[in-house]
Nanobody, 123 residues
Framework: VQLQASGGGLVQAGGSLRLSCAAS????????VGWFRQAPGKEREFVAA????????VYADSVKGRFIISRDNAKKMAYLQMNSLKPEDTALYYC?????????????????WGQGTQVTVSS
C-alpha cells in the first residue's frame, strides 16, 4: 500500500485547509486510515482516524469539533477537513493505513505511512 498526502499550506489562524490522502495498491481498500502530525521538537501525535468498515471515526480532543475526517472508498481517498485552525496546529501531517481496520489512535497500529504534508498556521 502506498499513500500520498497533499493539501498542506500556509493559512492564517481561523482559516481552513483540506488534506487529502490517496491510497494505491490492490490491498488498500479495507484499511482504516489515520491522520497524525508532528511539530518540530515534539512527538508525533494522533489527530483522527476512520475505519473502512462502518466508517466510524475517532478524534484527538485537541481537534474535536474543528476537524472532520472522511473517506471515499470508491476513489481510495481519505480527507481531513481542518477548520478554525490555530497556530498550535502547525505540523507535518501524515496519513497512515491500518490493514486490521482497528481505527486505533496508536501509531503502532498503522503499517503504511505517507510522506507528510506541511501545515503552517500563522497568528
Amino acid at each position: 500500500v502506498q499513500l500520498q498526502a497533499s493539501g498542506g499550506g500556509l493559512v492564517q489562524a481561523g482559516g481552513s485547509l483540506r488534506l487529502s490522502c490517496a491510497a494505491s495498491g490492490r490491498s488498500s481498500r479495507n484499511h482504516a486510515v489515520g491522520w497524525f502530525r508532528q511539530a518540530p521538537g515534539k512527538e508525533r501525535e494522533f489527530v483522527a482516524a476512520i475505519r473502512w468498515s462502518g466508517g466510524s471515526t475517532v478524534y484527538a480532543d485537541s481537534v474535536k469539533g474543528r476537524f472532520i475526517i472522511s473517506r471515499d472508498n470508491a476513489k481510495k481517498m481519505a480527507y481531513l477537513q481542518m477548520n478554525s485552525l490555530k497556530p498550535e496546529d502547525t505540523a507535518l501531517y501524515y496519513c497512515a493505513a491500518d490493514k486490521y481496520d482497528s481505527g486505533s489512535s496508536s501509531g503502532r497500529a498503522y503499517s503504511y505511512w505517507g510522506q507528510g504534508t506541511q501545515v503552517t498556521v500563522s497568528s
